[in-house]
């Protein structure tokens, strides 16, 4: 799995994923700051992307369209980077059997 990371999140996420998801990408090293929601959506479903947000409105994307892409929405507040890698980390395994799941567009994830 190779992850679209949005705006929302820190850009240096893609440079801590590379090894455990190799080819994601942050929003902004695509030039895709002020993107609308919906052409990120057709960008990673085109590319073989799954959307990391932070943001309710990907959730309304995936639950309306379903995948791909296949969407991690992070239900966190405002927290640092080495906290969203910590709930990555978490739930490794988790997006690993998302991952596989053909029948699911969106797992949420949240601190507990």
């Not at 960008?43 to 969407?71: C, H, M, W």
């Not at 991690?72 to 799941?101: A, K, Y």
Request: glycine content about 8%; some cysteine.
């Amino acid at each position: 799995m190779k992850f679209l990371i949005d705006h929302n999140l820190s850009p240096t996420l893609a440079l801590h994923l590379k090894d455990r998801y190799p080819g994601s990408v942050h929003t902004m090293d695509l030039g895709f700051d002020r993107t609308a929601d919906h052409a990120l959506w057709h960008y990673a479903r085109d590319n073989g992307f799954s959307i990391l947000t932070k943001d309710t409105d990907f959730e309304q994307l995936s639950l309306l369209r379903g995948a791909p892409p296949k969407v991690i929405w992070l239900r966190i507040g405002n927290c640092t980077t080495l906290q969203v890698l910590g709930l990555l980390d978490r739930h490794h395994s988790d997006i690993g059997d998302f991952e596989r799941d053909e029948e699911r567009s969106l797992l949420a994830l949240g601190p507990k």
